[in-house]
C-alpha cells in the first residue's frame, strides 16, 4: 500500500463517516439492535431488503453447516450481522476499516452487550488472521468496496477452511458491464450534490462498485472458486424497478441476491 493510497483512505474513513451520519445511518439503542428489521423511519424500505438477503442467508446457508461456525463479516460496519449470527450460537468477528460510532465498529458496543463477538479494525484485503482459521467469511453488503477484487477474495479464500463458504450479501450486481459503468457515471456527475464537500474523498479510491457474473468469475478462476447464485424473493416495488426501468428507457438496475462459493 502507497503513502498517497493509505492518505485517500483515511480521508475517505473520515468523510464516509460523516456522510453516514447525514444519511441518517447512525442507529442506536433498540433501533440498531432491530437490524435488519427496522420497521420504521426513512430507511425501512431499504433494510426491508436487505433482511430478505440476510434470511435468505441464514436459511440456506448458515443453518444446514450446523455449528457452531467461526465466521469473520468481512466490511462489517456496526457488525449488526455479526450479532445476530452470535445470537444464532456461532463464533463472529466484525471486521471494518471503520471504528468510528456512526455505523462503524466503534458502533458495535449495544450489540456486544446482548451478544459475545470479536471486533477487528482492518482492510477485507489485508486481514490479521490465520490462514484457515474460518467455516465461512461473508462480504455484508461490502464486496463493491474492493479496490481489488482478485486480491480481497483471495484474502477470503486464505482465511476459509478448505470445504469452507464465501458469501457475498447486498452488493449490486449487474447483468451487463455497461449498466454497471452507466450507474458509476451518474454516480460521479451528481457527486456534488450528492456528497458536497466530501466528494473527492468519497469517490477518490479505485473501488469496483459493483459486480457481474463475469467480473466474479475472471477474479475467481485462480483460487478455483465457482459462484453459485441464490436468487432472494424481494420487495414487490423491488421487483419491479426493471420493468419500471424499461418503461422509462432508463439503464437496468443492478439486483443483491445472496452469492456463494465453497472453498477447494
Known amino acids: 500500500m502507497t503513502a498517497a493510497f493509505s492518505e485517500a483512505l483515511e480521508r475517505f474513513r473520515s468523510d464516509y463517516g460523516a456522510h453516514r451520519a447525514g444519511e441518517g445511518r447512525g442507529h442506536g439503542g433498540a433501533e440498531v439492535l432491530s437490524l435488519p428489521y427496522l420497521a420504521s423511519g426513512p430507511l425501512a424500505r431499504q433494510w426491508a431488503v436487505r433482511a430478505r438477503t440476510f434470511d435468505t442467508f441464514i436459511r440456506t446457508v448458515v443453518r444446514p453447516a450446523g ?5 469473520f463479516d468481512l466490511g462489517a460496519g456496526n457488525g449488526w450481522l455479526s450479532y445476530r449470527l452470535a445470537i444464532e450460537g456461532h463464533c463472529c468477528t466484525a471486521i471494518d476499516i471503520r471504528d468510528d460510532s456512526i455505523d462503524g465498529l466503534g458502533a458495535a458496543g449495544p450489540l456486544r452487550d446482548q451478544a459475545d463477538f470479536d471486533c477487528l479494525v482492518a482492510a477485507f484485503e489485508d486481514v490479521p488472521l490465520p490462514d484457515r482459521s474460518a467455516d465461512l467469511a461473508v462480504f455484508n453488503a461490502a464486496l463493491h468496496y474492493a479496490t481489488d477484487l482478485g486480491a480481497t477474495l483471495a484474502e477470503a479464500a486464505r482465511l476459509v477452511r478448505p470445504g469452507g463458504t464465501i458469501a457475498i450479501l447486498d452488493s449490486p ?5 455497461t ?21 473527492g474523498n468519497l469517490l477518490g479510491l479505485p473501488f469496483i462498485e459493483f459486480l457481474t457474473v463475469e467480473r466474479l468469475a475472471h477474479a475467481s478462476a485462480p483460487l478455483g472458486l465457482v459462484w453459485h447464485r441464490t436468487p432472494v424473493r424481494y420487495p414487490l416495488w423491488y421487483e419491479m424497478r426493471p420493468f419500471e426501468a424499461w418503461v422509462r428507457r432508463r439503464r437496468a438496475p443492478s439486483r443483491f441476491d445472496l452469492w456463494t462459493a465453497r472453498r477447494p
Do not use: N, Q
Open 179 to 199: 449498466d454497471g459503468g452507466a450507474m458509476v457515471t451518474e454516480k460521479h456527475a451528481a457527486a456534488a450534490l450528492r456528497f458536497g464537500d466530501r466528494a
Open 67 to 71: 455449528g457452531p461456525l467461526d465466521i
Open 173 to 177: 450486481f449487474y447483468a451487463r458491464e
